[in-house]
């Protein structure tokens, strides 16, 4: 193709219209190869013979979306609209940017327009749908894919799109009908009803099987985020700490800034006995979350479980706590500012519960007495921990029982 047109173009014989048409195909032949400078080229080379073009300028206007040029993008896109007000295709690509740019306004109207030229298409109807499920309108993003279903039963991508707008409103029963239609009807767009599914599975504590579909789903899309991160979660609730942290290790190479991901494997590093690993990722914790004072003493016990006891980061991480409030009590027994007793007397005061109350103060006194190599002095309070923390005491709780099966194992 590209050849072809090439020769068509230096052929001294060949008549404007004839060089413009070759101009125009070696462009798209080239788009679609990716060599976008090249496409860009030849679309202003094409519409430097042909101003009146509005596919040429829609072309390029693509070419410059694959290149991440919105702006001009945007400018080619009104270029074409003003010469042909009766291209859908230039309306819905208009309005995809300024979906992106969160001008919803603009972007239903423009793909309100390219519904009204041309209904019959479902793909139009997705994206509508996506900009009015992005601006909160559920019902509205409901309608929209519905209405791509009906026009096509089998347009799979719209029944994925569905399925995760039911999720959005808690109706998992009409999501997960969705996204088995999906799978049973195509074997395209399964990465997305594989891990619609998966989320529904995990909500309803089908720990094996959410495992499994976002396996599936990461075949199909290994770039997906939130299926490792979610099949990190779901190993974990089956206390299987060791399977979630490979996960987190996925996701942060995917998004290396993401202090919710490192806090996460940061726990399961503790959890399972990787102090020197949850020292670093709690280290990041504390740097980039302050105000999570917790992980300012976790960082303090996994360092010093892993061998450095320096008492003088904890002591400036922590100067700031609230006096009043906890944790700043435990605080003050690792630095020696506070007897067991006298916490203790503190936080009968506080009249804290869950995981502040006593689930607290029997994990991390047994995690003080492990810090002062006092393991059969920790064991009670760690057992205490196991058995009474719940709820938001989910990380002391396995974290309690992780150490005692070690205990057990190294007796």
Known sequence: MIAGCTEIIDNPAATTAERAEAMSYRGAAQMSRGNLERALADFSAFLAMRPDSALGYYMRATAHEKQDDHELALADYDKSIALDPNYPFAYAARGAIYAAKGDFARALKNHDEAIRLKPELGALYNNRGLVRRNSGDVKGAIADFSSAIRLDPKNTLALAFRGNVYLLRNDSDHALADFETALRLSTTNQD???YGRAEIKLQRGDNDGAIADYSKALELASDTVDAYVNRGVAFSRKGDYASAIPNYDAALKLTPDDDSIRNRRAHSHFIVGHFAEAAVDFGNVVEKTPEYDLAKLLRYIARARSGDFDMGELKRNTDTLDRK???????????????????LAKMKDMRLDDDFGACGVSFYLGQYLMVKHKPQEALPYL????????????FERDAARNELKRQQSSN
């Open 325 to 343: 409030g906890w944790p700043w009590p435990m605080v003050a027994v690792y630095l020696g500012q506070m007897t067991r007793d006298e916490m």
């Open 192 to 194: 997305m009803a594989y």
């Open 383 to 394: 057992k205490q921990a196991a058995e009474v923390c719940r709820g938001d005491g989910e």
